[in-house]
C-alpha cells in the first residue's frame, strides 16, 4: 500500500484514504500530473532535435546542390572555352611534336583527353605517336634492374602499339624476370623460417631393406628435442609406395649442431625416388631446407 503526508498534520496516509484518520483533513487523490508534464517536456525536447536535424539536413542538401551546379557551370564553361580555342591548341600540339617537345606536347594531347575531343583531327594518332615517345624516354632512364618498372612500362607501349614484336618480347622478358625474382623471394623467406638444413641425403637398398640416411643441421636458435626424419618412397611417377620414420642421432639437436639420421623400411622393387621431412616425436613438422 502506497503512503504519502498528510498536508495538515504531517502524519502518513495511504493513497486511498479520502481523510487522515489523525487530524480528519480531507486529501486529495494523486492526479498523475507530473507525469504528464515530464512526458510532455520529453516530447518537446524530441521534437525540437528532430526539426533542427531535419533544417539543418535541408541546407545542407541545398548547399550541395548549388555546388554542384557551380561545378557544372564552371564545367561547361571551360569545355566551352576549349572548343572556342580547339584549333589553336591543335597547332599548339603539332608544333611541339614535331620540335620533339614531346612532354609538352603531351600536356596538350592530356588537354584534348580531358575534354573527349581526341577525335578533332588527326589528335588521335598524335596521341599515339607522342604517347610512345614519352614512354620510350622513360625506358632510357629506368634501369635494367628495376623489373617491376620495365614491365610497367612496356605493357603500356605494348597497349599502344599492339603489333609492335619488340614490345612484347621486352613484356615477356621482364615478365619472366619478375616471377623468377619473385619466386627466389618466396625461397628466401621459406628458408628464413626453417630451422634445420639437411647437408646430405643418400638412399640405397641392401639385404631387403631400403635405407635413407644423411646429415641435418639445426640452424634455429633453440635447441630442437625429439626430432624424428620421416621418409617417403615413390615409384617412377610419383606415387607413394611407403613411408618411414626414425629419430635423429642427437636429442636435443643443438643450435649450431649437426646429427646424422638413418631411416631403414622393406625394399620394393617399384622405389625409384626418396624424401626426407622432419617432425616432433608428438606431431607438428619442422620447416627444413636443403641447398
Known sequence: MALRKCKECGKEVSTKAKACPNCGAKQTPPTGKGCLIVLGVLLAFLFVGWFVSECSQSIQNREDAATRKEVQEQKQKAEADFEAAIDTHYKELVAFAEKQQ??????KINLFTSFERTDYRDVAQYNKTINTQVLIEKV???????????????KELLDLNPDEQLYKNKVV??????????????QKDYIASCQLEVLSTRWSTEYNYATY?????????VPLKNVQAVVTWYDGNGNMITS??????????LPGQTSPFKVMETSN???????????????????????
Open 173 to 186: 622478358l621482364y615478365q619472366e624476370q619478375l616471377e623468377k625474382e619473385q619466386k627466389a623471394q618466396r
Open 244 to 253: 618411414g620414420n626414425a629419430m635423429i642421432q642427437y636429442n636435443p639437436i
Open 102 to 107: 614531346f612532354k609538352k606536347a603531351l600536356l
Open 140 to 154: 632510357k632512364d629506368l634501369p635494367a634492374s628495376d623489373i617491376g618498372g620495365n614491365l610497367q612500362l612496356y
Open 213 to 221: 640416411e644423411g646429415q641435418v643441421k639445426n640452424i634455429s636458435n
Open 269 to 291: 622393387p617399384a622405389m625409384k625416388k626418396a624424401g626426407v621431412e622432419f617432425s616432433h616425436l608428438m606431431g607438428g613438422t619442422i620447416r627444413s631446407y636443403s641447398k
